[in-house]
């Protein structure tokens, strides 16, 4: 059975389904203001608090834990905060001005009390501009351990719950409390944002469908998304019950970020496979459309902070550290590996590959050692327990097998390492290997290369000189988000025992002239992209992402899940029934354009055939001697007479104009042009399609077109891009356009378009004293825009010379951005006006000329 979509996101979040405490009372609004805080409720996009000339520059960052250390004086009841100086959150302040404010909302790493929760509340606020969620304990459990961890997190990590011993199923009560959580996070947001000014970035998976509350409740937010973790294939994420709902709610933000190209590729194919969206490089930015919205897209890594690291290197205790496992080791080569316990991290492929160098190498045996410092598991489960079984096991078996009295192979610590401890290691060791099978970024290389270029400090406690050579091999995973900054280092696929052994092997004999060469390559590049250089990139791109938000009209459609806003020119607005009606009854010479497909019979309609309704509609437009109708369409001439049989005064203008034919009783005529070269580009399409499986070629009289919309969207895509190129360099000197459109391409003869029709039809009746006073044009595809521009330029004056500025609607199908200075929302609405303005023609009228209503069919 279909699994059910939530239907009201709001209500989802509501005491309906899950019982959501609220806040004793709302935290004072923080204002921009220096100085001013006040209580207050939160406007709407219109209001403002202060003129953005004299706010201060604020971000909101917005993760699922605040930046914060807290712990609890038992003996006095008080709580006793401090920041968290190894937090990445916390660490991104440095991209920003010193002027910048920088407020953090999310939740605290310990359970505050409800009684306690307004004092602790104010306080962070005053003493760190913290702002805490407080989930009730059924929410954090089910959002956190629930849905994050046992159903988003193995998801994007490519870990299908095929059975049970596999992960857990889709459990829709914890997808409620997972939008429970993000709807807490959003009235905290709410309750110190002032939207026309503040830039709110939000962190990681936890808050997928945050920036959907968000936007509902002020469409011009300023909204930024980083995503931490993996994005996965298609194949993977669409297995996901409410796949629609988290992309859609991430679509609402401004600019979405990725570690690697890789990742933001699998969202923009989700996103096309999906919701249809297609995407396209705009000066160097990827950019998604989204009714009218550019979503942008950010790939950049994570860096460190060099400084923090630094710091910590130079500690006595590090220096003593570094001191005690140089003599602990002394004649020994280390390899390091330091990853969190879970199963992704690969750990035991890593000693499974030890264990193969071990065997092959002999040499090694009794002087190399691997170090592997385990972090405690994040979470919790069965899958955590039976990895660090496998781990343990692994790790006695070879020592047992090659260790001896003076030697362990693999030393294992497992537990909380103090910071300066796993400094120490990852200066002394000669290599480090990080063999995760899937992770999002992964930051260990990045401190390893760190570490290992040292300081005088360092240099010292080493016993190195100051000038001594800087060396550090990596061996990482090709699965991890660094991977691919790292050109330097030898990467590996996990999976393949032998070859992880061989890299080992590789970096330890490898030359140390190479060895530097590959350090300082690496040094470099991680010194100049730090976290600050992070975050400075990615709010330079959000603040030009946001640029324009008040340039054009917006407002929200949609219900729950599905809300978006849609984002217009000021002029484009909804046309109205009764406004076109009233223009047309006072009008004596009528010119009427209107689309087919998409326009007068629906996009999606199997039977491309119009319906008896829309025949009787266009028949009764046609006999109103004040009208002439006509039809601009890309179908061929053949099947728009027989579709339109019936109406015998109505004009056809087929293959976009290239045959016109005035009314039933009158001869095609056609552009001359010369068509030979459809003998050149008929066998390169039929190739292609042969190629391409769900491609097909229509051949019209004038024109041939590939379509690919039953392709698979990625392959048809690139196919059609190929397909582009190959005909532009085949027909660069042929009279002809090649051009692409929506999931076509299509090749035609040079100076043929809809809006020559329109041109040639205005032209001929201005030529017979009849100029009108009355032109309509409505059509939904790219192609009707040159019919839009066309009427619009000669009803102005400057192109047509009209004895009068005539009545002009211009209307597009479907609220997106146009030359139109109207729209109509689907085919039903068109032809309800239509019907309206067939009801107000006289038929009997002597006083106005036969004009023919020009009906673009948009074939696309």
């Not at 992770?439 to 400090?457: A, E, F, H, T, W």
């Not at 406004?579 to 009528?590: E, F, G, N, P, V």
Request: hydrophobic fraction near 35%; include cysteine; charged fraction near 25%.
């Amino acid at each position: 059975m279909a699994a059910r979509s939530c239907g009201n996101f709001l209500d989802l979040a509501s005491g309906e389904l899950l019982d959501v405490p609220q806040t004793p009372r709302g935290l004072p609004r923080v204002m921009t203001l220096p100085g001013v805080i006040t209580d207050g409720n939160v406007g709407s996009d219109a209001d403002s608090d202060c003129s953005s000339s004299v706010c201060r520059e604020r971000k909101i960052i917005v993760a699922n834990m605040l930046p914060l250390q807290a712990q609890k004086d038992y003996g006095t009841g008080k709580w006793h905060f401090s920041w968290d100086e190894d937090s990445l959150y916390l660490q991104l302040k440095d991209g920003f001005s010193p002027e910048t404010e920088v407020i953090y909302v999310g939740s605290l790493k310990v359970e505050i009390e409800p009684n306690e929760q307004e004092e602790v509340a104010q306080r962070l606020l005053d003493d760190f501009k913290c702002v805490p969620t407080f989930l009730p304990r059924d929410i954090q459990k089910n959002f956190y351990y629930g849905f994050c961890k046992q159903q988003l997190w193995p998801l994007f990590h490519y870990m299908l719950p095929v059975c049970r011993d596999h992960g857990d199923r889709f459990d829709r009560l914890l997808w409620q409390a997972y939008v429970s959580a993000n709807k807490i996070f959003a009235d905290k947001v709410m309750e110190i944002v002032n939207p026309e000014d503040d830039f709110i970035w939000i962190h990681d998976y936890h808050l997928m469908v945050l920036p959907t509350f968000l936007r509902k409740s002020y469409n011009r937010v300023k909204l930024g998304f980083f995503l931490h973790s993996p994005f996965p294939s298609s194949e993977i994420y669409r297995t996901l019950p409410v796949r629609d709902e988290i992309l859609k709610g991430l679509l609402n933000s401004d600019l979405i970020g990725f570690h690697t190209f890789d990742y933001a590729r699998h969202f923009l194919s989700c996103c096309g496979r999906m919701l249809g969206l297609d995407y396209e490089s705009k000066r160097g930015h990827i950019g998604l459309d989204y009714f009218g919205r550019t979503v942008y897209i950010k790939i950049l890594p994570v860096g460190i902070h060099m400084g923090r690291l630094e710091s910590v290197l130079n500690l006595p205790s590090t220096c003593n550290k570094v001191k005690e496992i140089q003599e602990h080791f002394k004649g020994k080569t280390l390899i390091l590996g330091v990853d969190d316990m879970d199963i992704f991290k690969g750990i035991s492929l890593k000693f499974l590959a030890f264990e193969q160098l071990l065997l092959q190498h002999r040499e090694f045996q009794g002087k190399l050692v691997l170090v592997q410092i385990v972090n405690p598991a994040r979470s919790s489960g069965k899958d955590v327990q039976e990895a660090k079984r496998e781990t343990y096991s692994a790790a006695k078996r070879i020592n047992e097998i090659y260790g001896c009295p003076d030697y362990e192979p693999i030393v294992l610590i497992d537990g909380p390492t103090p910071r300066y401890e796993k400094t120490a290691y990852y200066a002394v060791a000669e290599c480090c290997i990080v063999n995760a099978v899937r992770d999002g970024m992964n930051l260990v290389p990045y401190k390893y290369i760190v570490c290992r270029q040292g300081s005088s400090v360092m240099n010292e406690a080493m016993g190195a000189k100051p000038d001594s050579l800087k060396t550090g091999m990596l061996v990482v995973s090709e699965f991890i988000g660094c991977s691919p900054s790292l050109s330097g280092a030898i990467r590996v696929n996990p999976w393949d025992i032998d070859a992880v052994a061989e890299a080992m092997n590789m970096a330890i004999t490898m030359s140390e002239a190479e060895k530097q060469q590959r350090h300082d390559k690496h040094y470099r590049y991680v010194s100049s992209h730090d976290v600050a250089y992070w975050a400075r990139s990615f709010m330079q791109d959000m603040e030009r992402a946001c640029k324009d938000h008040y340039d054009k009209r917006c407002w929200g459609i949609g219900l729950g899940l599905g809300f978006r806003v849609i984002s217009l020119s000021p002029s484009f607005r909804k046309l109205s029934v009764d406004h076109i009606i009233s223009a047309y009854k006072r009008t004596s010479r009528r010119a009427i354009f209107l689309d087919y497909d998409g326009t007068v019979v629906p996009q999606s309609s199997m039977a491309i055939s119009p319906s008896p309704e829309v025949v009787t509609v266009l028949d009764a437009l046609c006999n109103d001697p004040n009208n002439t109708v006509f039809i601009v369409s890309g179908r061929d001439r053949t099947s728009l007479d027989d579709w339109l049989a019936p109406c015998e005064k109505l004009g056809l203008a087929a293959e976009h104009g290239y045959f016109i034919r005035w009314d039933k009783i009158s001869e095609w005529e056609s552009l001359a042009a010369d068509l030979d070269w459809k003998e050149i580009v008929e066998p390169i399409m039929k190739q292609y399609t042969e190629a391409t499986d769900g491609s097909s070629l229509e051949v019209k009289d004038t024109a041939l077109v590939w379509h690919h919309q039953d392709a698979d969207p990625d392959f048809g895509s690139c196919q059609a891009k190929e397909l582009l190129d190959h005909l532009e360099n085949v027909l660069a000197n042929e009279p002809v356009v090649v051009r692409r459109g929506q999931h076509i391409v299509e090749v035609k003869p040079q100076g043929v378009t809809k809006g020559l029709v329109a041109e040639k039809v205005l032209s001929k009746m201005v030529s017979n004293g009849k100029a009108p006073d009355f032109l309509m044009c409505i059509g939904d595809d790219r192609s009707d825009e040159d019919m839009f521009e066309s009427i619009l330029i000669s009803g102005s004056g400057s192109g047509q010379s009209l004895p009068a500025v005539p009545e002009i609607f211009a209307c597009t199908v479907g609220q997106k951005p146009s030359k139109a200075k109207y729209y109509l929302d689907d085919t039903t609405d068109v032809v309800r006006m239509l019907r309206g303005l067939a009801n107000s023609s006289d038929p009997k009228s002597r006083h106005s000329t036969h004009l023919q209503v020009a009906f673009d069919s948009t074939f696309w």
